[in-house]
């Protein structure tokens, strides 16, 4: 006699739910992953703007030193410039002084 083998209906049922769940665990894995990487690449181009406005702030107040030290510098030149003047007047101050106590 022959004897038919007949699979048990809880084993089928149980396969196809193993290939589903295992269908749907791929895909949450995979939209995870992409979420992951979305999340990376949205904290790389905020860093990246981060670090462009404060290269733009740094720049910028480069320009403002640039500029005080150019304003610093003529107006050293011209304090110099002063400074000769009236070394000049107090020459001859001191010249006209001994002449009159020299006439006196």
């Excluded at 209906?9 to 992951?36: C, D, E, N, Y």
């Excluded at 703007?49 to 403002?64: N, P, S, T, Y």
């Excluded at 640039?66 to 000049?88: T, V």
Aim: hydrophobic fraction near 45%; proline fraction near 1%; charge should be positive.
């Amino acid at each position: 006699m022959s004897q038919r083998s007949v699979g048990c209906p809880a084993t089928s049922v149980a396969v196809q739910t193993g290939a589903i769940f295992s269908v749907l665990a791929a895909g949450a894995v995979s939209a995870h992953m992409q979420g992951v990487a979305a999340a990376r690449a949205a904290r790389e181009e905020y860093a990246s703007r981060v670090l462009a406005q404060q290269l733009d702030d740094a720049v910028a107040a480069c320009h403002e030193w640039a500029d005080h030290a150019k304003k610093l510098a003529n107006e050293n030149e011209r304090l110099i410039a002063e400074n000769a003047r009236l070394r000049e007047v107090a020459e001859q101050r001191r010249g006209v002084i001994q002449r009159m106590r020299s006439a006196a």
